[in-house]
C-alpha cells in the first residue's frame, strides 16, 4: 500500500491525536464522576454524564485519527526502507 498523507501530516497527526485523549480523557472522567468544579455551579451543566458520554465519543473518534495516522507513518518508514521485501 502506499501512504495517502505526507510524512509530516501523518506525524503531526499523531501526536495531536495522542495529546487529544489524554486530555478528553481526564476531562471526561471529571464531568462523569461529577466533579464540583465542572457541574453544579451556575452556567454549568446540571447532567455531567451527558457531556462525559458526548466527550468520550470524541475520544473514540481521536483513537479512530491516533490508528489511521499511525498506520500512514508506518507505510512512509516502510517505503523509506525499501518496501515490504528489501533485496539489498
Known sequence: MKPVVSLLNAWSCV?????????????????????????GSEGEPEDGSAVAASIFTAVIVYAGFFVFCAFQAYLHMRARRGGAISLS
Open 15 to 39: 501526536i495531536i491525536s495522542l495529546f487529544a485523549i489524554v486530555i478528553l480523557s481526564v476531562l471526561g472522567s471529571l464531568f462523569r464522576s461529577e466533579h464540583h468544579g465542572f457541574t
